[in-house]
């Protein structure tokens, strides 16, 4: 949780189908009614009066809304857009954006609320009201004279056509917010399986596969809160994190950290409690606002939102880089990559990326159960035959549990990966050599289960025998959110074949990025299996999507 990177208590979740009865009831709502918190531009802290929110803005962000006034002109449809402009650009890690009167003004883009019921933009009249003060004060003191009667009226006049232009852009607002949040409505009661079968009804399409948005599907993927659960409630996952950050506060204290992907922020939390001095959390999906929330709530760390690759963060350099980035088959999804790109942009020369080490493990399958138990399944589902579907079950990774006995071998190491080190281009390769020795006699070798490790070293110097945090999601392992991924042979073209125990299977397996979707996986294996009682040889080769 590119994590990297990321305050206002209000969230999309707080306004329901059941808040307003209708369009107009929003309408007649008074600002004041709606909220009385002024969220800072950085979204870190709040203010309960407009004139600290000001002096804040001025300090901090290099943002004098009343120079601005005086200086452009600026009325009401100007402030609007510029308040929504220095949001967004504050947001994406310019802390003292440019506010050019030529960045913002141009077109209706940032008429559109960048933050949700923003505070700031219902007390517009106010702003203006104070600005006015500023001037006749000013004026006062330079000039020690009184404004005559007639300047006065006019003053008064000007006041009265911008409130009338406020309650104008008011209600543009508040249209523009219902139709906002009754899309988000729509689009987050799209089912699990909804999505999945637009997508794959998508991938199948040849045309629509290549002009499809990959990275939108990914990160969108994430903006829903069950995912971050099924990752909270990972306690192995979870609590060797923790368990680092806190047994190693020294690491932390006083340093600047930042987490890749930030999710929900639960890693930035740890690093904060453990002692950094600044903590920048980064995630490209909508989670950050959540995540901006719940820093706020616990006081702890800065959020951005955006990819890592397109942001500009707020310092130079920074000490450690905390990511959970492994997905299943520990590659797929391809975030090893940005976590990469952010080690070699923002991580000084002896700075310390948490986990420190990963291995990718394989495995024979031999679960005479399972298999026969699939294949009655598809044979008669609810008395019709179906087994054509077996087909796909061997088209794909399978992400499932298996049990410790099915699995008739030991692990081999595939690849490790030192992640202070490892490049990019390390992450694919075409044939890395294995050798499975069976444990004991299996009727037929039905597959193979790919799974990995993850190290915590305390230092860049520490090889992986030297971490003291470690997690496995092997079958042996207690189980995780990750699994295992299985690879099931298809008998139709591969020679089923039983083997004694101490047989070997022996093999390269090749793992490379989808050509539909740089995101997916394909895996290869080519094996042979030489008996031990005979000379005979069984030779295979199959392929597999992870998508």
């Not at 971050?228 to 690491?251: G, P, Q």
């Amino acid at each position: 949780m590119s994590a990297s990177n990321h305050q206002s208590e209000t969230s999309d979740d707080d306004f329901g189908p059941n808040t307003l009865e209708d369009e107009d009831e929003w309408k007649d709502v008074e600002p004041e009614d709606i909220t009385n918190s002024f969220v800072s531009f950085g979204g870190s802290t709040k203010f309960s009066d407009l004139k600290d929110f000001l002096q804040h803005a001025k300090e901090n962000h290099g943002v004098d809304l009343f120079d601005l006034i005086h200086r452009h002109g600026l009325e009401t449809y100007g402030m609007i857009k510029l308040i929504n402009y220095v949001r967004e650009k504050v947001s994406q890690g310019l802390f003292r954006p440019d506010v050019s009167p030529e960045n913002f003004l141009e077109g209706d883009r940032y008429m559109k609320p960048f933050m949700d019921d923003d505070a700031l933009l219902y007390s517009i009249d106010d702003i203006f009201d104070a600005a006015k003060q500023q001037a006749h004060c000013s004026a006062n003191e330079s000039t020690k004279e009184r404004m005559s009667d007639e300047d006065i009226q006019d003053l008064l006049k000007q006041n009265d056509q911008l409130r009338e232009q406020l309650k104008y852009y008011r209600n543009a607002y508040q249209e523009a917010y219902l139709e906002n949040l009754d899309l988000k409505v729509r689009n987050g009661n799209k089912t699990k399986a909804q999505s999945t079968n637009e997508d794959h009804d998508t991938r199948h399409s040849t045309e629509k596969a290549k002009d499809k948005d990959h990275d939108t599907h990914y990160f969108s993927s994430y903006d829903h809160s069950d995912i971050h659960e099924t990752m909270l409630r990972d306690s192995v996952r979870t609590n060797a994190y923790r368990d680092f950050i806190y047994e190693n506060k020294n690491l932390f204290t006083g340093k600047v950290v930042l987490d890749v992907g930030c999710g929900t922020g639960i890693l930035s939390l740890f690093c904060a409690k453990a002692g950094a001095a600044k903590v920048i959390a980064v995630d490209n999906s909508s989670i950050i606002d959540k995540a901006r929330e719940i820093v706020y709530v616990n006081g702890l760390s800065d959020t951005i939102q955006g990819k890592i690759e397109e942001l500009t963060l707020p310092v130079k350099h920074v000490d450690i880089i905390v990511s959970e980035w492994m997905g299943y088959c520990l590659m797929y999804e391809a975030m090893l990559d940005s976590v990469i790109w952010a080690r070699d942009r923002y991580l000084s020369p002896d700075g310390l990326m948490i986990p420190s080490h990963a291995t990718l493990r394989l495995s024979l399958l031999g679960d005479d159960d399972e298999i026969a138990d699939k294949v009655a399944y598809w044979s008669s589902v609810y008395g019709f035959d179906m087994s054509c579907m077996l087909a796909r079950a061997y088209d794909d990774v399978e992400v499932r549990t298996v049990r410790p006995k099915a699995v008739p071998s030991h692990s081999e190491t595939l690849l490790q990966l030192p992640l202070h080190t490892i490049r990019k281009d390390e992450l694919t390769f075409n044939g890395v050599d294995f050798v499975l020795r069976t444990e004991r006699d299996i009727n037929q070798l039905q597959g193979f289960v790919i799974h990995f490790d993850i190290a915590f070293a305390a230092s860049r110097e520490h090889d992986i025998q030297e971490a003291k945090v470690t997690f496995s999601t092997g079958p042996s392992g207690q189980e995780t959110h990750w699994q295992q991924a299985v690879a099931l042979i298809d008998t139709s073209t591969a020679k089923a074949v039983s083997l004694k125990s101490g047989e070997q299977v022996c093999g390269e397996l090749g793992l490379r990025k989808g050509d539909e979707n740089s995101r997916d996986l394909e895996v290869t294996i080519n094996w042979r299996i030489k008996s031990a009682t005979t000379d005979s040889e069984a030779i295979a080769r199959q392929s597999w999507r992870m998508h």
